[in-house]
C-alpha cells in the first residue's frame, strides 16, 4: 500500500529488527548537522520578479577632467534599472531517502527510495529569466526483493525526468511562462480540489509532500496584473497525466472483482497526445478588502485514469480492463480571507462529463458519464509556539447520480489537522485525520520531523487505512506501514 528486504540466502532467523533498521537508515544517511551552515534551503521561483532584484548602482566620485582629456572617449552608460542585468546560474535541489516498512497483512519491506532533485535558473542579458531542473529517482528494494510483479519492479525501480524547464518574458504587465512548469490554481492541507491543471504521481496516494506528488506540464502561460485584478490563461498542447503505476503496486488504484469463469487482464493504459487532445483553461483573481476570491474554467483530458471494460468469451473467456482519458470541462472558485484568529479557505469546482465504473454487467464498457460538485471549506488556528490547528468539511455531490456506481449521491467528509512545536523548537509531530461520514472509511497521518539545521530535516510516522474494500482508504487496509524520511537541502 512479501519477501523481506535482506538477501535471498538469509535465514528468516536472522532478520534485523524493524525498528533498528529504520534507525540505521536514518543514521547512515544523515551528517553532523553544521557539515554544510553555508548552503541555505532556496525555494521555488513562481514568478519572474522573484528572482533577481535590480541592485541599485553605486556612487561614483566625479573625476576632474583635464583640457587634454576632452578627446578621451566617454564612458558607458551605466544599464538603466528597468533592465535588470545578466546573472550567473544557481544550483539548488535537494537529496531524500524514504524506507518504509508494510506492517499490515504480509510483512515486508515496502520502499528505500532515494530522490535527488537539482535544479539552475538565471537572467539572461535581453532580461527573460529561465530555470531548469530535473529529478532522479532510485529504488533498490525492487532489486532486493521479488514482492511485486515484474512490472511494478521495472515501473518503480528508476527513472530520470525533467522537471521544471521554462523561460519568462514580460511586457508592460503581462508576464509570459513557457516550458514545463507548475501550475497551481488551488491548495488544500491533505487533498486535491481545485488544483486541477498540475499532473499527480499517485504511486504512494497522496501521503508524501506535495513537491513531491505534483507534475508539471508542458504549458504556455501568460498572467496580467493590474492593481487587485489578476488574469492568467493557461494552453498545454501535450498533456502529462497522473503517475498510477503498474498492477500490484502499493497504491494501484483499481482492483477489479473476479468473475467466476473468466480471466481477468489490465491491458496498457491509453493516453492521448497531440494538439485535438491539448488542453486550456483560463483563470480570473480578486483581492479586496482582504477577500481573496478567484473563478477558472479549465477543459482537458481527465488526468486520472477510468477503466474501460472488454468482455471477449472466445478463445478463451476474458475480461479486459484498460486505462483510459476522455475530456472533462471544469468551472471552479477559491476564496480565502484572513478574519483574524483565524483563516478561512474554501474551493468549489463542477465536472462534467467525468467517467466512473459501474457495476452494472449490461453496461458495454463498465462506465458511465457522470457531472459532479466537489466543495471543501477549511477553517485554521494559528497559535504560539508554531502551533496549526485545521479542520476541512469536504463534499461530492453527483446531480445526475448512477444507482449502479459505488458513491453515493451525496459523499460527505472531514479532515482535522494538528501540528506544534511547542515540545522543542526544531522538533514538530504532526497528526493528519481524514474521515468519510458516510462509512466507517479513513486514514490517519502521524509524524514528528526534527530540523537539525538549515539544510538537514529528519522525519519518522506511521500511515494507517481502514475502511470497506469499496472505500477511498479501505482498499489500502493492508498496506498500513511506517517510515523515515532523511532531507538535505541546499
Known amino acids: 500500500m512479501g519477501a523481506h528486504f535482506c538477501p535471498k540466502n538469509r535465514r528468516p532467523g536472522q532478520q534485523p529488527g524493524v525498528l533498528g533498521t529504520l534507525l540505521l537508515g536514518l543514521l547512515i544517511t544523515a551528517v553532523p548537522a553544521g557539515a554544510a551552515e553555508k548552503n541555505k534551503t532556496s525555494r521555488d521561483v513562481e514568478s519572474i520578479d522573484d528572482l533577481f532584484g535590480s541592485p541599485a548602482p553605486a556612487p561614483q566620485d566625479k573625476p576632474a577632467v583635464a583640457p587634454q582629456d576632452i578627446s578621451a572617449p566617454a564612458a558607458p552608460e551605466p544599464v538603466p534599472p528597468s533592465q535588470p542585468p545578466p546573472s550567473e546560474p544557481r544550483l539548488t535541489g535537494f537529496y531524500q531517502n524514504d524506507l518504509a516498512y508494510t506492517y499490515a497483512d504480509k510483512k515486508h519491506w515496502s520502499r528505500f527510495n532515494n530522490t535527488l532533485d537539482l535544479a539552475t535558473q538565471g537572467r539572461t542579458a535581453g532580461g527573460a529569466a529561465w530555470k531548469l531542473g530535473g529529478r532522479i529517482n532510485y529504488d533498490p528494494i525492487y532489486d532486493l526483493t521479488d514482492t511485486y510483479p515484474e512490472a511494478v519492479r521495472k515501473d518503480q525501480r528508476f527513472e530520470a525526468?525533467?522537471?521544471?524547464?521554462?523561460?519568462?518574458?514580460?511586457?508592460?504587465?503581462?508576464?509570459?511562462?513557457?516550458?514545463?512548469?507548475?501550475?497551481i490554481w488551488g491548495e488544500m492541507v491533505g487533498l486535491f480540489f481545485a488544483d486541477v491543471v498540475?499532473?499527480?504521481?499517485?504511486?504512494?496516494?497522496?501521503?508524501?509532500?506535495?513537491?513531491?506528488?505534483?507534475?508539471?506540464?508542458?504549458?504556455?502561460?501568460?498572467?496580467?496584473?493590474?492593481?487587485?485584478?489578476?488574469?492568467?490563461?493557461?494552453?498545454?498542447?501535450?498533456?502529462?497525466?497522473?503517475?498510477?503505476?503498474?498492477?500490484?503496486?502499493?497504491?494501484?488504484?483499481f482492483n477489479p472483482p473476479a468473475v467466476a469463469g473468466f480471466q481477468t487482464v489490465i491491458a496498457s493504459e491509453k493516453q492521448p497526445v497531440g494538439l485535438s487532445d491539448a488542453a486550456y483553461?483560463?483563470?480570473?483573481?480578486?483581492?479586496?478588502g482582504g477577500w481573496?476570491?478567484?473563478?477558472?474554467?479549465?477543459?482537458?483530458?481527465?488526468?486520472?485514469?477510468?477503466?474501460?471494460?472488454?468482455?471477449?468469451?472466445?478463445?478463451?473467456?476474458?475480461?479486459?480492463?484498460?486505462?483510459?482519458?476522455?475530456?472533462?470541462?471544469?468551472?471552479?472558485?477559491?476564496?480565502?480571507?484572513?478574519?483574524?484568529?483565524?483563516?478561512?479557505?474554501?474551493?468549489?469546482?463542477?465536472?462534467?462529463?467525468?467517467?466512473?465504473?459501474?457495476?452494472?454487467?449490461?453496461?458495454?464498457?463498465?462506465?458511465?458519464?457522470?457531472?459532479?460538485?466537489?466543495?471543501?471549506?477549511?477553517?485554521?488556528?494559528?497559535?504560539?509556539?508554531e502551533t496549526r490547528f485545521n479542520v476541512q468539511f469536504f463534499q461530492r455531490w453527483f446531480p445526475n447520480h448512477d444507482a449502479g456506481i459505488v458513491p453515493d449521491k451525496t459523499e460527505n467528509g472531514v479532515s482535522?489537522?494538528?501540528s506544534t512545536q511547542a515540545l522543542h523548537p526544531r522538533i514538530k509531530p504532526e497528526?493528519?485525520?481524514?474521515?468519510?461520514?458516510?462509512?466507517?472509511?479513513?486514514?490517519?497521518?502521524?509524524?514528528?520531523?526534527?530540523?537539525?539545521?538549515?539544510?538537514?530535516?529528519?522525519?519518522a510516522g506511521a500511515d494507517i487505512f481502514s475502511g470497506p474494500a469499496t472505500?477511498?482508504?479501505?482498499?489500502?487496509?493492508?498496506?498500513?506501514?511506517?517510515y523515515t524520511e532523511v532531507r538535505y537541502s541546499f
Open 161 to 183: 525526468m525533467i522537471r521544471e524547464a521554462y523561460m519568462d518574458f514580460s511586457a508592460g504587465d503581462w508576464d509570459f511562462r513557457l516550458g514545463r512548469q507548475h501550475v
Open 198 to 253: 498540475s499532473a499527480k504521481d499517485m504511486r504512494q496516494l497522496v501521503l508524501p509532500d506535495f513537491d513531491i506528488i505534483r507534475i508539471p506540464q508542458w504549458a504556455a502561460r501568460a498572467e496580467y496584473f493590474q492593481g487587485d485584478f489578476h488574469a492568467e490563461g493557461v494552453w498545454i498542447p501535450y498533456m502529462t497525466y497522473d503517475n498510477i503505476g503498474k498492477p500490484g503496486a502499493e497504491f494501484y488504484p
Open 281 to 288: 483553461g483560463a483563470r480570473l483573481s480578486w483581492l479586496k
Open 292 to 385: 481573496d476570491v478567484s473563478g477558472f474554467y479549465y477543459t482537458a483530458n481527465d488526468p486520472s485514469a477510468a477503466f474501460s471494460r472488454q468482455t471477449a468469451l472466445l478463445p478463451t473467456p476474458v475480461i479486459t480492463y484498460q486505462p483510459i482519458h476522455e475530456r472533462i470541462h471544469q468551472l471552479g472558485a477559491t476564496l480565502g480571507k484572513d478574519l483574524g484568529p483565524m483563516v478561512l479557505k474554501a474551493e468549489a469546482v463542477y465536472t462534467k462529463d467525468k467517467l466512473f465504473s459501474t457495476t452494472s454487467a449490461t453496461d458495454a464498457d463498465g462506465l458511465v458519464k457522470q457531472n459532479i460538485l466537489d466543495t471543501i471549506v477549511g477553517l485554521e488556528w494559528s497559535f504560539p509556539q
Open 416 to 418: 482535522l489537522l494538528l
Open 431 to 459: 497528526l493528519l485525520l481524514i474521515h468519510s461520514l458516510n462509512r466507517d472509511d479513513w486514514s490517519a497521518q502521524f509524524k514528528v520531523t526534527w530540523r537539525l539545521d538549515g539544510n538537514w530535516q529528519l522525519r
Open 471 to 482: 472505500g477511498l482508504f479501505g482498499q489500502y487496509d493492508n498496506q498500513d506501514r511506517i
